[in-house]
């Protein structure tokens, strides 16, 4: 399977700020998508990301707060705008090859927002 | 995307298969059974799926009832790194417009010495 990686693994932001995460696969992959995964909680999807034009968000999610890019087959990016406490939890890329074929997950980006 | 339901925890003596149950009732006929993991402070991990044939890879075996309602994967051979939380999932036959995967709370593993 495809090899997810994300950046940055971790990190620590103030009230306020925003961050970008990025998700890189090393090879062309035909879906990307974005999960939030809260303190203790499942995974819910954000959103799909799509090649070349504006992604496909989930229900209470927005492109405002969470806007993102994905200008080829194998790069995506999520930002995490004006955060807040809230906004605290792992955010993870996922990806899919071709049809048919299972969704494969990065180890995801550990977010805390102090 | 059918509903699923997991039991919150099991546990398991190490060397032991590991017989995860999940109830599926109102699958459809075109719906899948998708099996992934969670290992801590990793992304949920693709361990197996089927539509109504038992299915068997390096990593599990997937038993699919006659009638579709329930399902288990079976671990057999559990050692302590399968502890994890392990996730059933539903849904339709994966398309470029309708691949999204609905997590329940899943399954806590705990895998004893």
């Known amino acids: 399977s495809a090899v997810i990686s994300q950046k940055p693994s971790r990190d620590i932001c103030q009230r306020g700020t925003s961050l970008t995460i990025q998700c890189q696969v090393d090879s062309q992959v035909t879906m990307m998508f974005w999960y939030r995964q809260q303190p203790g909680q499942s995974l819910t999807l954000i959103a799909t990301?799509?090649?070349?034009?504006?992604?496909?968000?989930e229900s209470g999610f927005v492109i405002d707060k969470f806007p993102i890019s994905r200008p080829n087959l194998t790069f995506s990016t999520l930002t995490v705008s004006n955060m807040s406490p809230e906004d605290s939890s792992i955010y993870l890329c996922?990806?899919?090859?071709?049809?048919?074929?299972?969704?494969?997950f990065g180890d995801g980006t550990r977010l805390s927002i102090l | 995307d059918a509903k699923t339901t997991q039991p919150t925890s099991m546990d398991c003596a190490e060397g032991r298969a590991a017989n995860l149950p999940c109830n599926h009732s109102t699958i459809s006929g075109n719906e899948y059974v998708y099996w992934y993991r969670q290992i801590h402070s990793q992304g949920p991990q693709y361990i197996i799926h089927?539509?109504?044939n038992n299915e068997t890879n390096e990593m599990a075996s997937l038993i699919i009832t006659e009638d579709r309602k329930s399902s288990t994967l079976i671990l057999p051979h559990a050692t302590l790194r399968d502890t994890a939380v392990y996730y059933c999932?539903?849904?339709?036959?994966?398309?470029?417009?309708?691949?999204?995967?609905?997590f329940g709370t899943g399954t806590r593993l705990q895998v004893f010495p």
């Open positions: 996922s990806v899919v090859q071709g049809e048919n074929q299972p969704q494969h």
């Open positions: 999932i539903v849904r339709g036959r994966l398309s470029y417009n309708t691949d999204k995967l609905i």
């Open positions: 990301a799509n090649q070349g034009s504006e992604a496909t968000y």
């Open positions: 089927g539509l109504k």
